[in-house]
């Protein structure tokens, strides 16, 4: 009877030992709940691309006149 007292004590207290740890069965590549940063950053991409262009069209625009 002790061992098994012993041996339920040690499941219990394994199983609280690390309370915070994450769990290891999500894939890190996964972008499941990281849609809006990505979204933002291909939009500032975007955003200074157009920028970019809209200056190099008037630089030649004014080296041209």
């Known amino acids: 009877m002790r061992v098994v007292l012993k041996e339920g004590a040690a499941e219990?207290?394994?199983?609280?030992?690390f309370?915070?740890?994450p769990p290891r069965r999500q894939n890190p590549l996964r972008l499941r709940g990281k849609g809006p940063s990505w979204?933002?950053?291909?939009?500032?991409v975007l955003a200074v691309d157009l920028v970019l262009a809209a200056a190099a069209w008037n630089a030649v625009d004014f080296?041209?006149?």
Do not use: C
């Open 12 to 17: 219990t207290a394994g199983k609280r030992s």
């Open 19 to 21: 309370p915070l740890s």
């Open 63 to 65: 080296f041209r006149h």
């Open 39 to 44: 979204t933002a950053l291909v939009l500032i």
